[in-house]
Nanobody
């Protein structure tokens, strides 16, 4: 399994970015895709999750109402639309996928999001 994250960058507070995570290497119909982030000096934290098959989504409270996770199954790609960005959203964002019944993750490389005040 390979995951390629992209879309990070520098944005002003209140702005938007869309992250992408392209997956390859197997069929993902029974998998779940998660986004995590790790800010400097902090532990990695969960951001959002989506099931590849049914589209069920769940968000961390800190991003609920501002971030939207979605998937394009035909492209095996998951997106994270981030709106109303805050400086505290600054972090390296990672996508990771796992079988629905397991927490054995495959990780992508991170993409850096920097939100300036």
């Amino acid at each position: 399994v390979q995951l390629q994250a992209s879309g990070g960058g520098l944005v002003q507070a209140g702005g938007s970015l869309r992250l992408s995570c392209a997956a390859s290497g197997r069929t993902f119909s029974n998998y779940v895709m998660d986004w995590f982030r790790q800010a400097p000096g902090k532990e990695r934290e969960f951001v959002a999750t989506i099931s590849w098959s049914g589209g069920s989504v769940y968000y961390a409270d800190s991003v609920k109402g501002r971030f939207t996770i979605s998937s394009d199954n035909a492209k095996d790609t998951v997106y994270l639309q981030m709106n109303s960005l805050k400086p505290e959203d600054t972090a390296v964002y990672y996508c990771a996928t796992r079988p629905g019944h397991s927490y054995d993750y495959y990780w992508g490389q991170g993409t850096l999001v920097t939100v300036s005040s």
